[in-house]
């Protein structure tokens, strides 16, 4: 390993203030070199804060000099122009105006139901009465667009932004508004950043609460994509009980906690089916979500048993908390919903 790339690892351990996301994965960090004995690193800051830029100076000389054949560092720190807005909200690197809290949706394989338990919370937390968004970064494979029930095109504003389209009270966008019904999305992984970088940034999201991101299954371009672009406040996964599933929910696990994105709980779905005669069965086994959620010492947000009214609600694009707010499948989500406000302060 070069001194360079010692070095960047010594960074790694630098979290910004107030965050539990170190200064590289944030994207801050713009040049490292090293000859001599000597450290040279540039920072690129989002904030006018000096006591910011100050502490960081002073932790990142700290963390330099810990790298074996490094005696001096030089930080050289730039910061946006006195009469320029900075491009975050108060001192916090590349955060999304106007959006108080990102959560992903994320499962470590497909086939969970992820989509459903993302559509159905989203409606969860509009009905308490909050601002919510729901993002589809699911490029190959969006479902948002027929669980939601939501088929047009969005308008763009003046100022260039895609505009939300709204329904059951969330504001959502989708690549699959943008494309015809049976158009394949073939793209490399430098598109998906791409398109993943403007869902975020170009789209006049207004106020929220909270954004809810719906990942693709997996660890790949679009989950990094994502947590490079923005700082998410947390990622919840999304299993079955089996241990195929967890198996997969562990890598899903391993993937936020290396880039400092906080684990805010684990949801079980498909736990159980109630046979029309009040039989339970544990289909896929039970209790697998929660044992994980120990083992791995992250919260436990619930369970949502098999319905088929959630499944008939994501076909009609109605989900089940809107179209039985009442009943026992939104119940399910709705304790999910508020152990997440729980876990998220």
Known sequence: MSLE?????ALKGVNYPGYSRDIVSFGLVKNVAAANGSASIDL???????????????????AAKTVKGIEHAMVQIKMPP????PTATGAQPNRMPGINKVVAVASGKGGVGKSTCAVNLA?????DGGEIGLLDCDIYG??????????????VSPEEKLVPLMNHGVKLMSIGFLLESDQPVIWRGPMIMKTIQQFVMQVDWGTLDVLLVDLPPGT??????LCQTVPLDGGVIITTPQEASLGVVRKGIAMFQKVNVPILGIVENMSYFITPSGDRVEIFGHGG??????????PFLGEVPIFTEIREGGDSGVPV???????????AFGNVAAALRSSLG
Do not use: F, W, Y
């Open 5 to 9: 790339e010692s070095l960047q690892e």
């Open 82 to 85: 006195a009469g320029q807005a």
């Open 220 to 225: 790949g371009d679009a989950q990094l994509s």
């Open 289 to 298: 979500g929660a044992g994980e959620a120990t083992r791995q010492e992250v």
């Open 142 to 155: 969006p479902s948002v667009p027929l669980m939601m029930g939501v088929n047009e095109r969005p308008m």
């Open 123 to 127: 409606c969860a937390l509009a009905q």
């Open 321 to 331: 908390v809107v179209s039985d707010a009442k009943g026992s499948p939104a119940d």
């Open 44 to 62: 690129e800051l989002t904030t006018h804060s000096p006591d910011i830029a100050g502490e960081l100076k002073t932790t990142v000389e700290a």
